[in-house]
């Protein structure tokens, strides 16, 4: 074992190998709703914080900078195995050891020697960056402060010192995060995207939009909750660039009159499964009686469990939907 970096990390039995190829990407939904990652390209050694409906965030990067959205491929990578592993019935633990190649391959990241040079540098800045939140993981609220990665470790290296094998341990924030299932399914175009604030647009979408027929927001909160450092006709600019070109994955933009940015799935996102669009309470209520699920996944699995029992006519499909909430969450 050679070589480590924020923090003492012992290997031991208790690891998950990270060896199920190709599995779904998934983002948690802390980072996804809330500011945390460097939308910068140079190094950003600002301290961000952050105030919305009640969560604080604090975010304090190291001399290194602080974790960038890029950096956060590496926590999507993680994420992404856990899920798989749960879902297949396998057990996990907070300690991951996976090989570099595998994250540069799934992530779309070059393999050169540089590739693994700027693979460690991300390591350093997620292990360097400190977080200070009131954000509940897994149905848990909780004020603490925490890196987004408590430690990891070249296991093995080459010859010329390239990194082969690595273990990393996740922040208990994240792993609880994980094991609460409070993830959401990322489009596997996520890795293609190269512009930063691309990225932040398109969990934001994926987030708040999901699979309703829309979502509306004010280009002032979408840049608060972007955490872009941009001046708001700047951003603004950059918004309408994005609208023109048409390439966030699953989503169109549009511009409305009041500086609204409005958000519709593309149709390879949503089955129309005729008139069954929910109210958004419906779906606030869905998460209270099912804290950490992905209640859009649960809205497309409803709709599916719909047409498969020949597409009833529904009076009420808000009523619908949460009593088949209920029944689901008593099963699960």
């Not at 190291?62 to 994420?79: M, P, Q």
């Not at 609208?243 to 500086?259: F, K, N, R, S, V």
């Not at 998460?287 to 599916?304: F, I």
């Amino acid at each position: 074992m050679t070589g480590r970096a924020g923090g003492s990390l012992e290997l031991s039995g208790d690891l998950f190998l990270c060896d199920i190829f190709d599995p779904v990407p998934k983002g948690d939904l802390g980072t996804m709703e809330h500011p945390v990652f460097s939308l910068a390209t140079r190094p950003d050694r600002r301290i961000l914080t952050y105030d919305h409906n009640g969560v604080e965030i604090t975010v304090t990067p190291s001399v290194k900078g602080r974790a960038t959205i890029f950096d956060k491929d590496i926590l999507i990578f993680c994420t992404s195995q856990l899920m798989a592993a749960l879902n297949m019935g396998r057990p996990i633990e907070r300690t991951l050891q996976l090989t570099a190649h595998d994250l540069l391959l799934a992530t779309g990241r070059d393999r050169s020697g540089d590739g693994y040079r700027r693979l460690r540098d991300a390591f350093e800045r997620l292990a360097g960056t400190r977080i200070t939140t009131n954000l509940t993981t897994g149905g848990v609220e909780v004020t603490q402060g925490f890196g987004l990665i408590e430690a990891w470790q070249i296991v093995r290296r080459t010859r010329n010192g390239r990194m082969v094998s690595v273990s990393v341990t996740l922040s208990d924030w994240l792993y609880r995060a994980v094991q609460a299932k409070s993830v959401l399914t990322l489009s596997r175009d996520y890795f293609r995207m190269r512009k930063p604030l691309e990225r932040r647009i398109y969990e934001l979408t994926r987030k708040h939009c999901g699979r309703q027929d829309q979502w509306r927001v004010s280009v002032e909160t979408l840049l608060k909750k972007s955490g872009s450092a941009s001046p708001r006709r700047v951003f603004r600019a950059m918004l309408r660039e994005m609208i023109a070109a048409d390439a966030l994955p699953d989503y169109h933009l549009t511009e409305e009159p009041g500086d609204i940015l409005r958000v519709t799935p593309r149709d390879a996102v949503i089955e129309r499964a005729g008139d069954l669009t929910l109210a958004p309470e419906t779906l606030d209520r869905a998460r209270v009686l099912m804290p950490g699920w992905d209640v859009y996944a649960l809205e497309a699995e409803w709709r599916a469990w719909w047409v498969s029992t020949g597409r009833p006519l529904l009076r009420s499909p808000d009523k619908a939907f949460l009593g088949w909430v209920k029944q689901r969450g008593d099963s699960a």
